[in-house]
């Protein structure tokens, strides 16, 4: 049997039917955004463009990351006492959102500076002994507020061609936590246990595992297992468990651990099915930043938040953030919270949809509609959807209801400008008051105009081009 | 958007199409089994049946198993050196098959009847001493072969509204294992391990364990999860390992065992993706033994095979067991084996498929076709078809692919007769001859006359019925 399909305008069937295999002949067609027609013009007569993409997107590809080691930040980092990075583009503490204060004023009373977080507000707003910098200016990554201090144990990642690494504290867990911008007793007191307990175990576990763990491999199976690792990281967590256990239970004879701590620890870990979020993430970044500072590049090589601004970095531009306001995200609410207790879009987590995975790959986890709104075709067209902006397909990442199709990978300026379509990120919503944590979960895009931006320096940026 | 799309004979578009929520109008009709009219028309007649079915599904639906013990066979059991528990239907020695034949003979060695395995052929010869009876007939089930002998260690499942208990063996792992026929030392060497270490391990991690693990529970997340529950069990295995592993830590201390051994436990269960499967099969069983014996219900409730047989047992007919030839599996092949080194179909899995899950929810583990072979569209469609011989729809056990659609459960003997519609079965695929283990893994269906003369016995049942 051969069935041919012809649509018009009706995305969401031809997308479902395209990813049942049937042959769909798209015809609609979607205006550029407004204004880009020139740099358009521009960045496609750029000459280095196709080879410099394809080198981005060779890149990116080819790393496998590689978990090797956890250790406090001030060690890996070289943070010092009074250093705190965020998510997000770079932000002043006067324009920070509820959620990154909470978190800050959070972080200073674990590391000391206050004895209680409200006296940190005055120490933040006299800007002295104290400074605020983005986690990706450190090769780091945060979820959500994204704060992390010295004291903080890190996940760290390794590019074993290159040796390059990249960094992530560990999950908190959910609700009330430092990332969502809550910051009362309970919240020091995990972080505490996470930097007595949790972090030196895991440090024995990840230095006594004799096969180091293959994040990127991980992340394969992943998404054969219903997660997108942006907001599910259920079989993630657990295949991280299956991996470090055994060098876990190892350490209480070879490191002296107690039997009890490493029971507390695997409770805590098997607890939380988002703890691998914190591996996912900076194993995108390892393999977006080797995507980095290609002449002529238009690939996205990183999206992140801070609460009040949402900044993408592409290849060809270098360091150069391009910023715009954080949408608020619509979806699903906790308990009696709603839309206005939301704060906008917060958190270097959308470096996973840069990657090519979580909203990006919500064909594969299906399930993520209970947790982020939406319906079931909505998850799949979407995932059909990003193909239209993306440079490639990822060939390790595939998705099993898509035929073994590769996620949708490399965000393309050109295409989002020429298309009109934005990423789709799915997140976790903080409140936007300081100290209230988590409020839902949803769907939320990057603000329109930060595209044209980027194109615009795109352009600039062609050599040869007449003014 | 409304779309309506009419489709005649072109099945699998139609089910890939109704699988994206687009309204389809099913013109398709396919003729009864032949020889069934007269039975189909006396069944249909039975007043008791819509009401027994109800009865049959909602006990079976209202099962949940929990995880409450691992011992040894002989204790739970009652088993007695010489007897040997088998998969399938009954069957004497003379007709067993290569692998369950290997299996008997390893697990003569295990239990020190013999020295040597190929001594057992004699023993079981002669019949002296030793009997042969289904694992079905002592509330159990058995992978493949389904060999259980009194030392072997069983995980013991439990109803708790009724106190109903299943067992099963535990899994040991893939390739030259018993239940594949293999009997060589390694076998023999892993199985006196798995007694030594392994069992009691996991009697005190299950009785150390605060809250008895939920096995149907951890059957819904696995289904959000890419495991279909047969040949698919890695995410299932993983979160059990996440319920028991703090109290195999605890039993270090609080049980003398030995970190290594401990250690050892950790590695061996997460190497094997398929060790849930064991208890997967005995909670399928629990809820399908609670639909029993309900006069005038049609609906299957164990199908299984002796590598020989295919049997069914029907709510309606008591312990009475249709039987057919065991068909020789369709898939893919490790190694160099081929077609011609496969033993016909073997192994009380197909419980699986008999509650609804295995081959019946292969829509939610898409990946699955790489391991049994097909494709991803005949996945998708596979499950919609054997809704057209279920009675009714697991709203615990979902696809959420299909828009979380409840699985296809409790087969009805009716609905095969009348549509022709076999039901779907995943399975490994064992050496004909014993010793070999394991040669493939693939798809296949009962033999077509056990329906028809589960039929005619339902048919003989009904009441007033004229001869």
């Known amino acids: 049997m051969s069935t041919s399909v012809v649509t018009v305008g009706a995305g969401m069937f031809a997308d479902a039917v395209a990813g049942q295999a049937v042959d769909v002949e798209r015809v609609d067609w979607r205006p550029p955004m407004p204004g880009t027609q020139d740099d358009l013009a521009a960045v496609a007569t750029d000459r280095r463009r196709p080879e410099a993409n394809r080198r981005a997107v060779e890149a990116m590809l080819g790393v496998?990351?590689?978990l090797v080691d956890v250790a406090p930040a001030s060690e890996v980092l070289g943070l010092e006492k009074g250093q705190f990075l965020h998510a997000g583009p770079p932000i002043e503490w006067e324009?920070?959102?509820g959620p990154l204060r909470g978190a800050l004023m959070g972080g200073a009373?674990?590391?000391?500076l206050v004895e209680d977080p409200e006296d940190a507000v005055a120490l933040f707003e006299?800007?002295?002994s104290v400074s605020l910098e983005p986690c990706h200016h450190r090769s780091a990554v945060g979820p959500m507020a994204g704060v992390v201090t010295p004291s903080m144990w890190m996940w760290v990642l390794e590019d074993r061609a290159t040796g390059k690494r990249t960094y992530c504290s560990?999950?908190?867990?959910?609700?009330?936590?430092?990332?969502?911008?809550?910051?009362?007793?309970?919240v020091l007191t995990r972080l505490r246990w996470m930097g007595d307990v949790l972090g030196p175990l895991l440090q024995a576990a990840v230095r006594g595992t004799e096969e180091a763990t293959d994040v990127t491999g991980i992340l394969t199976q992943m998404l054969q297992m219903g997660d997108e690792a942006h907001n599910r990281n259920r079989a993630g967590t657990l295949m991280l468990l299956r991996d470090l256990s055994p060098a876990m239970v190892g350490s209480i004879e070879g490191g002296g651990f107690a039997s009890k701590d490493v029971a507390d620890v695997l409770r805590f870990v098997g607890g939380n099915d988002h703890f691998f979020l914190n591996l996912a993430m900076p194993a995108c970044k390892l393999a977006l930043d080797a995507g980095r500072d290609v002449p002529g590049s238009?690939?996205?090589?990183?999206?992140?938040?801070?609460?009040t601004d949402f900044g993408i970095q592409v290849s060809g531009t270098g360091d150069q953030w391009f910023t715009g306001p954080a949408q608020v995200a619509e979806g699903l609410f906790l308990g009696d919270y709603g839309p206005d207790d939301a704060n906008p879009d917060i958190g270097d987590s959308a470096i996973t949809e840069t990657a090519g995975i979580g909203g990006f790959a919500m064909a594969t986890a299906p399930a993520i509609v209970r947790l982020v709104g939406g319906s079931v075709p909505d998850a799949l067209a979407t995932t059909r959807r990003m193909h239209e902006i993306t440079l490639a397909e990822n060939p390790r990442w595939s998705v099993p209801v898509l035929e073994f199709q590769g996620t949708p990978t490399g965000i393309d300026v050109s295409k989002v400008c020429r298309t009109g379509i934005l990423p789709q990120i799915n997140t976790g919503m903080a409140g936007a008051v300081a100290?209230?944590?988590?409020?839902?979960?949803g769907l939320v895009t990057p603000p329109a105009e930060i595209f044209p931006q980027a194109l615009a320096a795109l352009a600039q940026a062609v050599p040869g081009r007449s003014l």
Chains 1, 2 share one sequence.
Request: glycine residues 22%; positive net charge; without cysteine.
């Open 109 to 112: 009373a674990l590391e000391g």
């Open 435 to 441: 100290g209230v944590g988590q409020v839902g979960a």
């Open 298 to 307: 238009t690939m996205v090589v990183a999206m992140a938040r801070n609460g």
């Open 64 to 66: 496998t990351a590689h």
């Open 95 to 97: 324009r920070t959102s």
């Open 170 to 186: 560990l999950n908190e867990g959910l609700g009330k936590v430092l990332r969502y911008g809550a910051y009362g007793p309970d």
């Open 126 to 128: 006299s800007g002295s």
